[in-house]
T-cell receptor, first 116, second 114 residues
Framework: AQKVTQAQTEISVVEKEDVTLDCVYETRDTTYYLFWYKQPPSGELVFLIRRNSFDEQNEISGRYSWNFQKSTSSFNFTITASQVVDSAVYFCALSEPANSGYALNFGKGTSLLVTP | DAMVIQNPRYQVTQFGKPVTLSCSQTLNHNVMYWYQQKSSQAPKLLFHYYDKDFNNEADTPDNFQSRRPNTSFCFLDIRSPGLGDAAMYLC?????????????FGDGTRLSIL
């Protein structure tokens, strides 16, 4: 069975600090896909990034960066110079195989609060 | 411009009174999903439509049903809501039914049961 663990339930930082959100996953599949979504207080889930299992290249998009390490089954997300608008719940997710309904298997989420 | 639109944003219904939540999309995606997200929990898939093919998750209660009259619209019907059904309901779409495809979510409908 697949599993996504986000051990950090809540994180609070002061604006301009860097923050890393951890994600550890379990799967028996050799091909799999990992996602990060952001859920601000308004409720909508916003897609941030997808990573496939055969591409270990790290990615940077502005203040966001992702570190994918198959050896440790981790897909961590770093926000550099955090801003108040980054306050949200962040979900890491693993897509299920076809026989499991194509669901996104979400971790429990990390609630990030950035204060001025 | 919103591409996955859910109505209403907030819905209040009485215990046992049927309720319908609506989702529409302008992306022309083939797949539409309904997730249930209870307070401080991760979203959980209830079912999905691949075109007109309905796929129910094994542990989705019989109380929950869905309709997809055309590509653009999908409805979630809760026949006899109980207090435990109070949650945020999220609709999502993907272009094709493929694990690699990101799912695009609407703003959600927050359902309260009196």
């Amino acid at each position: 069975a697949q599993k996504v663990t986000q051990a950090q339930t809540e994180i609070s930082v002061v604006e301009k600090e860097d923050v890393t959100l951890d994600c550890v996953y379990e799967t028996r599949d050799t091909t799999y896909y990992l996602f990060w979504y952001k859920q601000p207080p308004s409720g909508e889930l916003v897609f941030l990034i997808r990573r496939n299992s055969f591409d270990e290249q790290n990615e940077i998009s502005g203040r966001y960066s992702w570190n994918f390490q198959k050896s440790t089954s981790s897909f961590n997300f770093t926000i550099t110079a955090s801003q108040v608008v980054d306050s949200a719940v962040y979900f890491c997710a693993l897509s299920e195989p076809a026989n499991s309904g194509y669901a996104l298997n979400f971790g429990k989420g990390t609630s990030l609060l950035v204060t001025p | 411009d919103a591409m996955v639109i859910q109505n209403p944003r907030y819905q209040v219904t009485q215990f046992g009174k049927p309720v319908t939540l609506s989702c529409s999309q302008t992306l022309n995606h083939n797949v539409m999903y309904w997730y249930q997200q209870k307070s401080s929990q991760a979203p959980k898939l209830l079912f999905h439509y691949y075109d007109k093919d309905f796929n129910n998750e094994a542990d989705t209660p019989d109380n929950f049903q869905s309709r997809r009259p055309n590509t653009s619209f999908c409805f979630l019907d809760i026949r006899s809501p109980g207090l435990g059904d109070a949650a945020m309901y999220l609709c999502a779409t993907s272009r094709v039914r493929d694990r690699a495809q990101p799912q695009h979510f609407g703003d959600g409908t927050r359902l309260s049961i009196l």
